[in-house]
């Protein structure tokens, strides 16, 4: 089926042109003024009502708040409802969330306009400020007509605290205009607190007020409350007691929480899958003999890229599976690790450059730079805990599904397509996910459960192996990346700098995946295009006279994908690695170094202060093992630019020949904190992660399938190999930043520097272990 391409995902009209054509601003002001009217989002259950789109109130006061984000283990669930709870007064121990359904309510107008270069088509400026702000009318209906319900990013936080709040002070109004029609009292001089309404010494709960409330009409503007959800750091040390606790804590800590495999439907049988190879492949022979003679098999489907069997259980299919020896024919090229690094060299040495971002020209000063270093990254797998799975169920012309995903969206979108069926007759009931990494950004396995439910008429659930987990879906993008400075004359100085940096453009292919629902093979057709997103934050936070970021786009024969932390991991890894080169080439300190060229950056600045007290910072002297590294990250929400700092020390030691990572400490603003427990739990998880992924996590390819398919290939640290970790907040009135990225980007420069400190080698390629010790 032919998909339409980036250029044509908006149709404006001929009047819309027109309009834009004659005024400044009057092309997002027709778009602004389309008439978007959506059903309500949310379904009343058994002695409950529907508040709004946000909230539902049963009639004993239990509170339910719609969360339209996938709970991936970051806590999203428990702080948004927080956000609600301390809006509306309620008591923690009443709240109970569910996963928000498709609806434009919840669309994410923060993400549309972060992504804006992704979806505007060509004839718009992509990176005119105007489009790229979320209250914009063209970002808003790109947003809704989606909708655009992704979790990526770390924009929930930023598209939905002011609605979640709004949502709250609506249903606290309601509340105290019903309480004081009934106590004959004006409603100003009274509040809520601990579920109840109060004032005058009296106290009205809520479940005695649910129905008076919820007949009358919700106010147009409810006042917020003057001080929002908010925590002082200092308060809440490692290991008290939070004010929030984790609501999906208890039902996780006694295996009653129910994640995708763990869905059970009447009749359902389950299925194990075959892939073919990364790259242009196609199913070429099996033997179903093979699987006729494994006890439980129950039969054979199979599709162009793919062979599956059903079985009673899934250890059964899988067995079939692997008896019926699946081959697969190569019709173009396939994924292979010297074709990538011959593309990646080629494109670094003479692919054509596109300046992404800059401030003047370096290169007069880099004709002869002070220092070069060429630095390489290998394709990384996101490797989740829990292997993708899908249950789904096919009955009277309706398609259900059952997975964990990032994007409903998209999911719906692929099983529609594979049961034959309008999107509309699609129904996506978001589970949980035990981790992604942003690997639920992909939502094939939707359309394969489909097309399995179709072919059987039964409901299944389809489960990948690890194996098929590594094999089937998209690695991090390699990179390949050639840096130069120029030094003042006393070295004291950078002056001049250039990153010329070849990989594909990986998030323009994601998009076009994600949000057009292109194939695998069809969206690697954008990688040879400029892609700002793919190196988001390669611009320097340092002041440089004259500073260059150029991306020489490559096509590889490997589809990529985004992984968690995005474009600012590869972009941290790069400046930060190649700072402390600049630092060292003149000799001088690397936090001095990097202190002198913050003067515009105060509060990351004040990170790189805080984390060298912490770590007991000794200047990152030979043999010190302690390497440092910052990176910014930021968002523009509809409140203003939003924005993260972190700096980390690593300490590194080589013990018998081997390296130890033995502490990470990190300083982190993210402004006004929520929760400090969630803050501190994605920092710490950040900062494993991000080791994970600066010692091993990678895999090479050979014929299109990867040469680490399993954990125990993929050098991850063990347990017993996790250094002690560190963190510390600066207590902030900034607007608040999701800390879930933020947390893994500065890990392998500091790593990457500690080792050099240890060794007195630098290593260039991650993971960093690669090229030995």
Same mark, same amino acid.
């Given at each position: 089926?032919?998909?339409? $391409? ?7 009209? #001929? ?5 834009g054509?004659g ?7 027709? *778009? ?16 409950? #009502? ?46 109970a969330v569910?996963?928000? $359904?498709?609806?434009?309510? +919840? ?17 718009? /400026? ?5 489009l ?10 790109k ?6 319900m992704?979790?990526?990013a ?7 605290e ?6 709250a002070?609506?249903?606290? %109004? ?31 709960? *809520? ?11 919700p ?31 208890p ?5 009653s929480f ?18 073919? $190879? ?25 599709a ?5 069997a ?17 081959r697969f #024919? ?9 074709? @990538? ?17 800059g ?14 270093? =060429?630095?390489? !990254?290998?394709?990384?797998l ?16 309706r ?6 995903t ?22 996506? +009931? /978001? ?12 939502? =094939? ?9 179709? %072919? ?13 987990? &590594? ?40 998009a076009?995946r ?38 020489v786009p490559v ?12 474009g ?10 190649? @700072?402390?080169?600049c ?27 805080g984390?060298?007290?912490l ?6 002297a030979?043999? &010190?093992g302690?390497? @440092? ?5 930021a968002?523009?929400a509809?409140?203003?630019?939003r ?39 994605? !920092?710490?998880?950040g ?10 996590? &990678? ?26 970790v560190?963190?510390? *907040?600066?207590? &902030?009135?900034?607007?608040?930043f ?10 392998? $420069?500091a !790593?990457?520097?500690?080792?050099h ?17």
């Open positions: 089926m032919a998909l339409p $391409p980036l250029a044509r995902r908006l149709k404006p009209t #001929r009047r819309g042109v027109l309009i054509a005024a400044g601003g009057a092309l997002i002001a027709a *778009f602004a003024l389309v008439p978007r009217h959506y059903a309500p989002p949310l379904k009343a259950g058994k002695d409950t #009502r529907v508040v709004n789109a946000f909230l539902k109130l049963a009639r004993d006061g239990t509170l339910t708040v719609a969360v339209p984000a996938c709970e991936m283990g970051q806590g999203v669930t428990t702080l948004f409802a927080q956000i609600v709870a301390v809006e509306l007064g309620a008591d923690w121990a009443q709240v569910e996963p928000a $359904p498709l609806s434009p309510a +919840y669309a994410d107008a923060v993400l549309a306009a972060h992504w804006a270069p992704l979806w505007l088509p060509t004839w718009l /400026p992509i990176l005119d400020d105007a790229g702000q979320p209250g914009n009318g063209l970002t808003a209906l947003a809704e007509r989606g909708p655009m992704l979790t990526v770390g924009t929930g936080l930023a598209a939905f002011q609605p979640l709040r709004v949502a002070a609506a249903l606290r %109004a309601q509340l105290i205009d019903a309480a004081a029609a009934q106590w004959g009292v004006d409603a100003a001089k009274l509040d809520t607190q601990d579920h109840a309404v109060i004032g005058g010494g009296k106290r009205l709960p *809520f479940a005695r007020l649910v129905e008076a409330a919820l007949d009358r009409d106010p147009a503007d409810a006042p917020l409350r003057a001080s929002p959800a908010r925590e002082a750091p200092a308060r809440f040390p490692a290991g008290s007691k939070p004010a929030f606790p984790r609501l999906d804590l039902a996780k800590v006694d295996g129910v994640f995708a495999a763990d869905v059970r439907l009447p009749g359902m049988v389950h299925a194990a899958i075959a892939h073919g $190879p990364q790259g242009d492949c196609v199913l070429s022979s099996w033997d179903a003999q093979g699987a006729a003679r494994v006890p439980g098999c129950l039969g054979v489907v199979h162009k890229g793919w062979l599956a059903i079985g009673v259980t899934w250890h059964a299919a899988d067995r079939a599976v692997a008896a019926m020896e699946p #024919r190569p019709r173009g090229p396939v994924a292979d690790g010297n074709a @990538i690094d011959a593309a990646l060299d080629k494109a670094l040495q003479q692919g054509k450059a596109q300046r992404l971002w401030q003047g020209d370096p290169t007069a000063l880099l004709e002869k730079p002070s220092l070069t270093a =060429r630095y390489d !990254i290998a394709a990384a996101h490797a989740p805990l829990e292997p993708g799975t899908c249950t789904a169920r096919i009955e009277h012309g398609l259900e599904l059952w997975l964990a990032q994007a409903p969206e998209a999911a719906r979108r692929e099983g529609a397509r594979a049961a034959g069926l309008a999107e509309a007759d699609v129904v996506v +009931y /978001p589970m949980a996910a035990g981790g992604s990494f942003d690997a639920r950004l992909d939502a =094939r396995i939707a359309g394969e459960a489909a097309a399995l439910a179709r %072919a059987t008429g039964k409901p299944v659930q389809l489960t990948w192996s690890r194996w098929q987990e &590594s094999l089937a879906s998209l690695p991090r993008a390699p990179v390949s990346a050639l840096l130069e400075a120029g030094m003042s004359p006393d070295k004291q100085q950078v002056l001049g700098w250039r990153s010329r940096i070849a990989m594909p453009a990986s998030l323009r292919e994601t076009a994600v949000l057009d629902g292109e194939s695998a093979a069809s969206a690697r057709r954008w990688q040879d295009s400029a892609d700002p997103l793919a190196l988001e934050g390669a611009l320097p936070p340092y002041t440089i006279p004259e500073c260059a970021v150029e991306h096509a590889l024969p490997l589809a990529t994908a985004r992984m968690r932390g995005g600012a991991a590869i972009s941290a890894f790069l400046t930060e690695s190649f @700072i402390d080169e630092a060292h080439f003149g000799g001088n300190e690397p936090l001095a170094f990097r202190m002198a060229m913050l003067g515009g950056q105060p509060r990351l600045a004040a990170c790189l202060q984390v060298a007290h770590a007991m910072w000794g200047g990152g030979d043999a &010190s302690q390497g @440092i590294a910052c990176h910014t990250m968002l523009d509809r409140e203003g630019r924005e993260g700092h972190i700096a980390v020390v690593a300490t590194a030691r080589q013990v018998d020949g081997a390296i130890r990572v033995e502490t990470l400490s990190a300083c982190v603003d993210i402004g006004r904190v929520i929760n400090t427990d969630l803050a501190r739990q994605q !920092i710490e998880g900062l494993i992660f991000g080791l994970g992924l600066a010692v091993g996590g &990678s895999t090479g390819y050979a014929a299109g399938r990867p040469l680490a398919g399993h954990f125990s290939q993929l050098g991850l640290p063990l347990l017993a190999e996790c250094p002690k560190e963190v510390v *907040f600066v207590d &902030s009135n900034a607007q608040p999701d800390p879930g990225e933020l947390g893994m980007v500065a890990v392998a $420069p !790593i990457a520097n500690a080792l400190s240890a060794t007195g080698l630098r290593l260039r390629r991650l993971p960093l272990l690669s090229e030995g010790v």
